[in-house]
């Protein structure tokens, strides 16, 4: 149904695509894959007409096409899912889905017809949601799925879907793909952007990866390994597993006792939890998001004052001091909403690796900045993590998802912290820049540091933790040994199953 | 201070503080269709100082106070419009290009002033409607329903500005473009027509509440509003981007200075204090709003200028 034909996208210092054939046939699931800055994004915006190709040209259904703004889009059947959600936090599930749309009722909004509809909807793809429902009130799943409502009710008979799951639990994921799948049964084109190489290969039809903004293959999903998507997509064999060697657990550097955490919307969601955390120990947080283990980070980064209960970074208190009191005591934090808490989109990417070091020595000069050393750390981080950006000097907001990811862990594990707190490190970075902050964060371990790293993505709890501990409503349900438990056990502790009832 | 509770000093304060209230309501409920779409436009004072001579000049020439609330009306559609262009077109920075919008009308409408009249006349002003039934009402009839036209015009604005708002489809996309302009436009729908339309519909009413003072106060002079832009805006924060909040911020307004008003000819606050009195509107309004405006969160887009594809 679709074909794009020699697409090209020049960004200043980029060629984000580069003489780019892709097309759709009804009823496939065609992916799209490759490393973080590679042109998924881009391709996709062109597509949507967010962006307006250089050259190249687009074809639905043989005819060609000019798209130039997502009116266009809409009108002709495409609809996209994007990366960043484009909801409209304090208006109602109704109120987005209505957004744009012509009235039933001429001036007026229609909102009950509309409500009516989104129910149906629902019910044929399996996507619940209360239509009055303002969707700040919502959790990242819900929001997903206004997100598909929106596309389905303009009757996307294409669908763009960048990193659907980035955000989402397992169990969430599971019900995605049960709609997708029934949207393709319909002969839906779907594109689908994702890290997961599990997920591609549990639902694609056809994979094609993108390098350097150029397609470098296209294969169907029959004879299709994780081994050889990876491959792929870097270039180079790709080690899904770390390596690592046994812990050396030494003393106690993040003590927790009794915590208590309220939640924005009233309530306790973390009660009376007890965590200690040694020194040369990694212990995953595994747990559905949503059970406290935000909320855990926050207080621990001094960015949320628990009303109970006491946090001690290598034997000093922290609770009551600031965010900055509490980085001197020996923390360093990779918040989870790293778009929002962890990078200034209008700061180069040098400044954002700057700003937590604004006032180290080694950066001024009798008070001054002393951009030249500024400059090579920077490089040199950005190097070593390989975040993409045409140069130091550009603003973090033109960067691709999974680089701006990779800037703040660039940042935050440049020191050696007593105590690393890291939220879902992974989250959108691709599987060569996962493989390096996994190896890194080992490194880190074995440097003394005492690491908590929250995770959703249950590979990554069990490859990299020492010990897991598995939280739910605001309480650890359990710790388990990596090595000899296994994943079922987790999951039923992640649903609430005591530890004891499982064995 | 026993002279102010007697029937007639109240009606007269009660029906003085409504009377007051009217221009600022005029222009904050303007303000807040443009801040409720994320434009924040500090323009107001100046062209409620335009729309004041303009509807000033043309009812001296012309005795017809509609005549005059009409040329307030074009004055502001056109410095709406120049808002408009400047702050989405232009995507100038919006404290900068209102400031300017301010310092141009302060100026440009003494100039008109002195080259067109020099001496100021007094002028017509509106005429008294009295509500049928209503207005018989003991205390209360007095109170409320012996005014002009245009302060029943005011007030009705209100609750047609909440039906705007949350009945509407174009309601609906202001706030949409107001929260999250990306979202907006996603979904095929114009910032920059939405963006255009709020600030012509703010212009609008700016230029409604100058002519509306000018006309009830049947005078122009030198900064006739005496900053009552700047209190507008104030009291969009103050009533948390909803009419009702933002009707209650300009009733406080007008009552407060109503008393003050009172209490000053009735010779209960010394004349030397008089310069300070004339401070207690602005000052019990700040205060209100520090403590009021905490509470409510502004449209996340405010003062932040929309490109596609950034
Ligand atoms: N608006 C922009 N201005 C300048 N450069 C941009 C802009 N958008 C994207 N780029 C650049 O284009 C390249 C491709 O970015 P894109 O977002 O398409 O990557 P992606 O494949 O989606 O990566 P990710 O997996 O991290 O989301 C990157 O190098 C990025 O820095
Ligand atoms: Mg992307």
């Known amino acids: ?503 | 201070m026993s002279d102010f509770f007697t029937e007639a000093v109240l009606i007269a304060t009660v029906a003085g503080g409504i009377r007051l209230a009217v221009p600022l309501l005029f222009a904050s409920l303007g303000e807040m269709f443009g801040q409720r779409s994320g434009v924040l436009n500090l323009g107001v004072d100046g062209v409620m100082l335009l729309g004041a001579f303009g509807g000033y000049y043309a009812v001296l020439k012309t005795d017809n106070v509609w005549l005059g609330l009409l040329v307030g009306v074009a004055i502001g559609v056109v410095f709406g419009l120049i808002t408009a262009v400047m702050s989405v077109t232009l995507k100038a920075e919006q404290g900068i290009s209102g400031i300017g919008i301010y310092l141009f009308g302060l100026g440009f409408s003494d100039l008109l002033f002195q080259k067109w009249v020099g001496t100021p006349l007094p002028i017509k002003a509106f005429p008294k409607i009295n509500i049928p039934v209503l207005s018989d009402i003991p205390i209360i009839g007095e109170m409320l329903f012996r005014h002009s036209a245009v302060v029943y015009i005011a007030f009705a604005a209100v609750p047609l500005s909440m039906f705007i708002i949350n009945r509407t489809n174009f309601g609906m996309k202001i706030r949409a473009v107001g929260e999250n302009p990306e979202a907006a436009d996603s979904l095929g729908v114009s910032v920059t027509k939405v963006r255009y339309a709020t600030l012509i519909i703010g212009g609008l009413l700016a230029g409604v509440a100058g002519a509306a003072l000018a006309i009830d106060l049947k005078i122009f002079q030198q900064n006739l509003t005496n900053a009552a832009g700047f209190i507008a805006i104030a009291l969009v924060y103050f009533g948390a981007w909803r009419p009702l909040g933002v009707m209650g911020g300009a009733l406080l307004y007008g009552f407060v200075n109503s008393i003050v008003l009172q209490l000053k000819t009735l010779g209960i606050i010394p004349r030397s204090w008089s310069d300070i009195a004339a401070m207690a509107p602005a000052i019990v309004t700040i205060l209100a709003l520090v403590i009021v405006a905490q509470r409510f969160k502004p449209p996340a887009a405010l003062t932040k200028p929309f490109e596609r594809g950034r």
């Open chain 1, 1 to 503: 149904m679709l074909e794009m034909r020699g697409i090209t996208k020049r960004f200043p210092g980029v060629l984000a695509s580069d003489n780019v054939d892709f097309d759709v046939f009804p009823g496939e699931v065609h992916t799209l894959l490759g490393e973080n800055g590679a042109g998924k994004s881009t391709l996709m915006k062109i597509l949507y007409g967010l962006y307006e190709a250089d050259e190249g040209e687009v074809r639905l259904h043989g005819e060609p096409l000019s798209i130039k703004n997502p009116t266009d889009a809409i009108t002709h059947g495409i609809g996209m899912i994007h990366q960043h959600f484009m909801l409209v936090p304090p208006l109602t599930v109704a109120e987005n889905v209505a957004l744009g749309l012509k009235s039933s009722r001429g001036v007026l909004t229609d909102l009950d017809a509309v409500s009516e509809r989104i129910v149906e909807l629902g019910e044929t793809y399996g996507l619940h949601v209360d239509p009055s429902a303002p969707i700040w009130q919502m959790a990242v799943g819900e929001q997903q799925r206004v997100e598909i409502i929106k596309a389905l009710y303009r009757e996307a008979k294409l669908l763009i879907l960048d990193e659907p799951t980035a955000v989402l639990t397992p169990q969430e994921v599971d019900q995605l793909f049960v709609t997708l799948r029934q949207l393709k049964d319909d002969g839906c084109g779907l594109i689908f952007i994702s890290h997961k190489l599990h997920e591609v290969l549990a639902l694609s039809t056809r994979i094609t990866v993108l390098r350097h903004g150029k397609v470098t293959g296209s294969v169907p999903v029959e004879g299709a390994t994780r081994e050889s998507l990876a491959q792929m997509m870097v270039g180079r064999a790709v080690k899904l597993a770390p390596d690592k060697t046994e812990a050396k657990p030494g003393n106690v550097a993040l003590k927790i006792r009794g915590l208590r955490v309220a939640r924005d919307r009233g309530g306790d969601g973390v009660r009376d939890l007890d965590l200690d955390v040694h020194a040369g120990e990694i212990l995953g947080v595994a747990g559905v998001s949503g059970n406290g283990q935000m909320l855990l980070a926050e207080a621990i980064a001094g960015l949320r004052a628990p009303s109970a209960g006491s946090i001690e970074i290598a034997g000093t208190e922290v609770v009551g001091m600031t965010p900055k009191q509490v980085r001197t005591t020996g923390l360093a934090y990779v918040p989870e909403k790293r778009m929002k808490d962890g990078a200034i989109g209008d700061f180069t990417v040098s400044e954002n690796i700057l700003l937590i070091d604004h006032n180290d020595e080694h950066y001024l000069n009798h008070g001054l900045f002393d951009f030249g050393a500024i400059k090579k750390h920077s490089r040199q981080l950005v190097d070593e993590y390989t975040v993409k950006t045409p140069t130091l000097d550009t603003p973090a907001r033109n960067l691709s998802g999974g680089n701006i990811q990779k800037m703040i862990i660039a940042r935050e594990l440049s020191g050696t912290p007593e105590v690393l707190v890291a939220a879902q490190p992974t989250r959108g970075v691709d599987i060569g820049a996962a493989e390096y902050i996994h190896t890194r964060l080992i490194k880190q371990r074995d440097e003394d540091t005492a690491i908590l790293m929250i995770s959703e993505d249950l590979d990554e709890v069990f490859g990299v933790s020492d010990r897991v501990a598995v939280m739910y409503e605001g309480q650890v349900m359990g710790i388990v040994d990596p090595r000899t438990a296994t994943r079922e056990e987790v999951g039923l502790m992640m649903a609430g199953v005591e530890q004891d009832e499982t064995a």
